[in-house]
């Protein structure tokens, strides 16, 4: 059973970082690409970030473009997404998912592994 975790999440003032991290536990996930996604309340889940298996391609959100940076530690099996210049409309719950694919993809179908989410609140 693979299980996702992220954390990392938490309150931060407008402008202002935070760093999420994203490792999964009973399988490694080396050779899947691995996204990002949040959710906020009474809105669907959109995309945010992803990155491909080997950390050679990535796909933002246009809004968050040139703010946040997704990466992954092949070594430590973590994928981190660094947030700066946060602003309230990037609050919300983000979600990790680990794709079937080894592209860094878009698609919300496309991700096998989830996890609970982590907590993201941006005070302007």
């Known amino acids: 059973q693979v299980q996702v975790t992220e954390s990392g999440g938490g309150l931060a003032q407008a402008g202002n970082s935070l760093r999420l991290s994203c490792v999964a536990s009973g399988r490694t996930f080396s050779n899947n690409g691995v996204g990002w996604f949040r959710q906020a309340p009474g809105k669907e889940r959109e995309f945010v970030a992803a990155?491909?298996?080997?950390?050679?391609?990535?796909n933002y959100l246009d809004s968050v473009k040139g703010r946040f940076t997704i990466s992954r530690d092949r070594l430590k099996h973590i994928v981190y997404l660094q947030m700066n210049s946060l602003r309230p409309e990037d609050a919300g719950i983000y979600y990790c998912?680990?794709?079937?694919?080894?592209?860094?993809?878009?698609?919300?179908?496309?991700?096998?592994?989830w996890g609970q989410g982590t907590q993201v609140t941006v005070s302007s």
């Open positions: 998912a680990v794709s079937r694919s080894a592209a860094a993809t878009t698609a919300v179908d496309i991700y096998q592994y």
């Open positions: 990155i491909s298996w080997n950390g050679g391609t990535t």
